[in-house]
């Protein structure tokens, strides 16, 4: 089958129980918009604006950087990985953590990302509520209804909006920090929190820009699947991080610097407040780029969670898109979006040792899934172990030791533990054999 034949169809096969076929592969161009369009969104303004609010616009700026370097060394590892197999997350833990092992690992992350979905939902409900006044239940709801749409039709249509989203994210940032420097403070880099408002440290910052995309970073192999090879897999990562994740939080951290965003602690960078009131040429575009820009990571999140629970079921992946769908539309009205931060940490110490779990076993320690694929058995018990112990630290630092990134001590503590214990089993096997 020619490529050209399988771009012409509107709704590609999305193998939810296989390995992408080589002729079904995507372009680096085309999985790069994937991923460029997904962390280009208002939610990781707001992270930057929190951050920028708590310590300051340059340790903020340097923090950010860090976190979003961080994300490129795991996201892209994994996402090699993905694009070297074409399997999706499932597939791939299923070799690490066991056929039955990984229901654990892809059913913890798929259900979390449907919360994101969630979240993001009630994001564009509160965002044209706050900022244009529009009925909060409403928008809710067609927001919701507009995301499950765009993920029924699959890999595609996230490329499209990709395309779509990330340069309307440039334009609307571009006014509203032109907006922001002429009413406010244009010496951004000398901007400090008030006093008794920096609750966050350094570590902890970086902690929460991994965090923000701690799940859907995890779960990369179901988008990067598409690409050519490895080493497109790789590269497509690099457009979101350090890229496009930065450069998103950044324009928060700017706006939030610049003094114009009331209560910046807890609104961060949403520069939407900034856009409003300003003609209704402006307000229309503000309009449109809420529902792009929530519905691009917004429909992201769907997509994994619609993939991971389909492999897990057997169902197929658009049936379960709008089951999952509903659910999140639910949860979005009751408000999900007020424990964001919480949720994030959250995040931030139970995630992080997955991903490298699944570096360790398959990318590192790869020479036993050379050549044929290795026998997967029910239930692996070192990486459990692993996850067990490295969340146990992270949790252990986040309440005794918040100075500190969570997220590189529990990547660090995961590589130290699978590392030891990856030589006890060695040694155990040998003395059986």
């Not at 953590?97 to 969630?118: C, I, P």
């Not at 997967?376 to 630092?397: D, E, N, R, Y």
Request: charged share 10%.
């Amino acid at each position: 089958m020619s490529n050209n034949n399988v771009d012409n169809k509107l709704l590609d096969p999305e193998f939810e129980h296989s390995p992408v076929p080589k002729e079904y592969r995507k372009s680096l161009s085309s999985v790069g918009a994937v991923w460029f369009g997904f962390p280009m969104v208002l939610t990781s303004a707001v992270i930057g604006g929190i951050i920028t609010a708590s310590i300051g616009f340059k340790a903020g700026a340097l923090a950010m950087l860090i976190g979003n370097l961080l994300l490129f060394l795991v996201v892209g590892l994994l996402s090699h990985e993905a694009g070297r197999t074409g399997m999706n997350f499932a597939m791939i833990a299923q070799r690490s953590f066991g056929r039955s092992g990984y229901y654990v690992v892809s059913g913890l992350l798929s259900t979390v990302v449907v919360g994101w979905f969630a979240l993001q939902i009630g994001l564009t409900g509160a965002t044209m509520h706050g900022s244009f006044g529009a009925n909060l239940f409403l928008m809710t709801l067609i927001g919701g209804i507009l995301y499950i749409a765009i993920t029924y039709i699959g890999i595609k249509a996230l490329s499209i909006l990709g395309w779509i989203a990330t340069p309307m994210y440039f334009l609307m940032a571009i006014i509203a920090i032109v907006l922001a420097f002429r009413t406010g403070n244009s010496n951004i880099l000398d901007y400090q929190p008030s006093a008794g408002a920096g609750t966050m440290s350094f570590g902890a910052a970086i902690t929460l820009v991994f965090a923000g995309f701690a799940d859907s970073g995890t779960m990369t192999a179901d988008f990067t699947r598409w690409s050519k090879n490895g080493r497109e897999g790789l590269l497509s990562t690099i457009f979101a991080f350090p890229i496009g994740n930065f450069i998103a939080e950044l324009v928060g951290g700017i706006v939030v610097a610049t003094g114009v965003i009331p209560n910046p602690q807890s609104n961060g960078g949403d520069f939407m407040r900034v856009l409003s009131g300003h003609g209704p040429l402006l307000t229309i575009l503000a309009i449109l780029f809420v529902f792009i820009n929530l519905g691009s990571v917004g429909s992201h999140c769907l997509y994994n969670g619609a993939v991971g629970w389909s492999h897990m079921t057997g169902k197929k992946m658009r049936l379960v898109t709008i089951i999952i769908g509903i659910i999140g539309i639910i949860i979005a009205v009751s408000g999900i979006y007020n424990v964001f931060y919480n949720w994030l940490v959250l995040l931030g110490v139970i995630v992080p040792p997955i991903g490298t779990i699944l570096i360790m076993d398959q990318f590192i320690l790869r020479s036993k899934f050379k050549g044929q694929s290795p026998t997967i058995i029910g239930w692996k018990a070192l990486p459990f172990v692993t996850w067990a112990l490295a969340s146990a630290i992270a949790l252990l630092l986040n309440y005794y030791a918040p100075n500190y990134s969570v997220a590189i001590f529990g990547i660090l503590s995961t590589v130290v533990f699978y590392g030891i214990g990856n030589l006890f089993v060695i040694r155990a096997t040998v003395a059986n054999s």
